[in-house]
């Protein structure tokens, strides 16, 4: 019997049953889809993440207050560590400290409210530190945090929800109810990942503090060292200048601690590894559903294949030719679905998906495609091949 | 009806040349020995009359075309065994006319299947042509129900959602008939049972009885020797019974074996020999006349 003939019945096996080919082709579908599209939005949520924080710099510290040791005190961060961090002295590798306070707010302004993401209140240094650049308008100075103004400086985000038509420098806002005016909007600088850098608000810290934060510990101190060379030497005397303020003896854990951005880099991109993986466990589940999904529609209908096979039989086919068929049945519509979700993944990655631009892994795309493509193989031929093994009469007596 | 062709008759010639020693190797070329009679080399002569063609009159040497001994079929084993067979022995010439009657249960089917190869017996022997099939594997029982046999189920057993025409081809195809000449005996098998303005039509377009003779066309489309049916006209109404049945007996009349179950006595009275099968053996056997044979 030759290729084509086995080929044609194949070909007719498939479209003789529209419903359950169509089934077991999103079935593949589905699986494949899934996996590739939820695996690429685990890996652009970390290559954004780790591009955002690459795009920081090099040669920053963050110091943020830790709970320190049952038994010993932990004292807050305040604004005369980070005065202190910044002499030039003690600490020469120590370009600029800057203190930092964060509030959640909501600001507004006209008949539109907005809940800022990061409310900050800082010193100016803090915006040349993290490249921070002024789009609109003009920053906040040394002497608007002396002075305590309203004063704010936003992010591009924050000026697009508030004023989506007008132009927000020297307009007045009101966050938490009290008013600040605008001054500047920074430049864009784009997701990090999970988290919008442009959705910020910043304001001298004096008035945050004043306004909303409260007197308590600072949330970090910002410090930037001389250069990306001097990082190491920056972080030990910031060490050392807050072990002797903060009384850390030898041996003692600190109730503070500093990180690079490197430091902060590898964290991050831990985290985000977390959720790569369990996007990857989602997308193995739906491939196991759609698996399972395929199956089932191969095992509903095998009661009816297992009496072809026998009527297959009983006119002389042979096992080989049998096997042939529901071989290349499983081939057609395992490739058909495989492909067809492949399509659809790629399709996907292509919105933004809760903030994050998917980006497709290639051997996510073989592996999702592999595994469909076997379990449809598997569950369209295996079946086939023990009712071919049988005698035509128990096949024909199938139930 | 037309006579068969020459290289059909020579084929059968051959496979009763081969028919001899009690045992002998059995090797595929048995087989084809076997198939020859229909398939193998057919000249395209016969194509376009194939279905209503003749086999001719049966070949010198008379060697009946079934020949069964001792036949024992058991399902199962120990205290739930079902001995369905019990060492029948059974001898049908060629060209007869057979109807196996009996008791729902007593082994009818059971030894239809065997007889077509559809299963295997549990021990006894079964000669086709002469030739002892006990030791046939796989591939060549499936040969000698695609060349030599021709089985009509009771419950037509065709594919569905698959037309008429490409059931019927069926054979055919695994018998490696090229698509042109399959098409052509094909339809005119199915002529032969009156559907050829229905071979587009799929099994659940057609009513029971169109479907068996859908059924029986598939089964004479390769011109088989032997045209066994089991209980063809069990699930019939009257007419249709009459329809089946006169195609049957103008398969018997074009020279072919026909072997059928039946419970109806007016379906069995078209047969020219009636044996009764009571608990897995042959109790009587005679001719429709009712003289014993
Ligand atoms: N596949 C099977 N497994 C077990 N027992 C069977 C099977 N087929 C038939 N039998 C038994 O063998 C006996 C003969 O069955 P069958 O040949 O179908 O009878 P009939 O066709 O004469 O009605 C019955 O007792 C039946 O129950
Ligand atoms: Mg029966």
Known sequence: MRFTEILAFAVRGVTANKLRSALTTLGIMIGVASVILLIAVGNGASQSVQQSIAGLGTNILTVSPQRAQAGSTTKPLTVADATALADPVEAPAVKSASPVVSASATASHAATSYSVQQFIGTDPAYFGTTNSEVAQGALFSTDDVRQGRKVVVIGATVATQLFPSSQPVGQSILVNNIPFTVVGVLATKGSSGLQDADDIAVAPLSTVQNALAGYGSLSQIVVQATSADKLADAQAQVTTILDGRHKIGYGQTADYRVLSQEQLLSARTATTDTFTVLLASVAAISLLVGGIGVTNIMLVTVTERIREIGIRKAVGARRGSILGQFLLEATMLSLFGGALGVAAGFIGSGFTIAGITPVVVPSSVLLAFAVSALIGLFFGSYPASRAARLRPIEALRHE | ?293
């Not at chain 2, 799929?202 to 088989?224: C, D, F, K, M, Y």
């Not at chain 2, 329809?243 to 419970?263: F, K, N, Q």
């Open chain 2, 1 to 293: 009806m037309t006579a068969r062709s020459g290289s059909t008759r020579g084929g059968n010639t051959r496979s009763g040349n081969t028919r001899g020693g009690d045992t002998r190797p059995v090797d595929t070329r048995a087989v084809n020995a076997l198939a020859g009679n229909s398939l193998a080399g057919s000249a395209p002569t016969g194509s376009a009359s194939t279905g209503s063609a003749s086999i001719g009159s049966a070949p010198g040497g008379g060697a009946p075309v079934i020949e069964v001994r001792e036949l024992r079929k058991t399902y199962g084993s120990g205290d739930t065994a079902v001995h369905a067979l019990r060492g029948l022995d059974l001898v049908v010439e060629r060209g007869e006319y057979l109807a196996i009657m009996g008791a729902s249960g007593s082994g009818k089917s059971t030894l239809l299947n065997v007889l077509g190869c559809l299963d295997i017996p549990t021990s006894g022997r079964y000669l086709i042509d002469g030739i002892d099939t006990s030791e046939f594997g796989e591939a060549q029982l499936g040969l000698l129900r695609n060349r030599k046999i021709g089985f009509v189920f009771q419950s037509f057993n065709l594919i569905p959602r698959t037309t008429a025409l490409a059931n019927v081809e069926l054979p055919l195809v695994y018998a490696g008939v090229r698509r042109a000449e399959r098409r052509a005996r094909s339809m005119a098998a199915l002529r032969m049972v009156g559907l050829e303005d229905r071979a587009g039509h799929r099994p659940n377009e057609l009513s029971g009885g169109q479907q068996q003779r859908v059924a029986i066309a598939r089964a004479l489309v390769t011109g088989p020797a032997i045209v066994l049916a089991d209980e063809p006209t069990g699930n019939l109404d009257t007419h249709s019974s009459q329809e089946v049945m006169g195609i049957l007996d103008r398969l018997h009349a074009s020279g072919r074996t026909v072997v059928l179950i039946t419970h109806e006595d007016d379906v069995a009275a078209h047969a020219r020999r009636v044996i009764r099968v009571v608990d897995g053996q042959i109790v009587e056997s005679r001719t429709a006349w009712g003289v014993p044979a």
